[in-house]
């Protein structure tokens, strides 16, 4: 029995692949399997410039709202270790959006000075130390971010 277009039932020819098709999918897969690396490691150093930057603006933040809360705060010297507690408080607060270990944790420093009789400076000192996911030569194991927030406050 024969088809319609002069081969037997079943049989089908298939079409012959010149040598030069062969080469050109071989050279795709070989670019391909150079590129996909490349890329990846640019996607994740990408996500990880932005971690870091993201981690920056709320550090910045809770050092800026500590501050403020402090200068808006007044106290006495017997009130003074519940006012630092207030802004540790307000501060720790801010940072939960960085979603850290309590072992990494930021490290808070609030200070009050007397600038002379009328002012004091209210300073909130925050440093963390971010750890990116991917460690190359490119980014270190450790980012420092290191923010001070400092302002006047009438007495």
């Known amino acids: ?67 403020l809360y402090g200068a808006s705060e007044n106290f006495v010297d017997d009130t003074k270790a519940a006012w630092e507690t207030s802004i540790r408080d307000i501060v720790t607060e801010e940072l939960e959006q960085l979603k850290v270990p309590a072992e990494d944790a930021p490290e808070i420093t609030i200070t009050a000075t007397a600038e002379n009789d009328l002012f004091f400076l209210v300073t909130v000192d925050i440093e963390y130390k971010f750890k990116p996911l991917i460690v190359s030569k490119f980014i270190p194991v450790e980012t420092d971010i290191h923010r001070r927030q400092t302002i006047r406050r009438y007495r």
Do not use: C, F, W
Request: aromatic content about 4%.
């Open 1 to 67: 029995m024969q088809s319609n277009h002069g081969t037997p039932y079943g049989l089908h020819r298939r079409p012959r692949k010149s040598r030069i098709t062969n080469r050109r999918h071989a050279s795709t897969a070989i670019e391909a399997a150079v590129i996909t690396p490349v890329l990846l490691l640019l996607v994740a150093a990408a996500i990880d410039y932005s971690r870091i930057y993201h981690a920056e603006i709320i550090v910045t933040q809770a050092a800026e709202r500590g501050a």
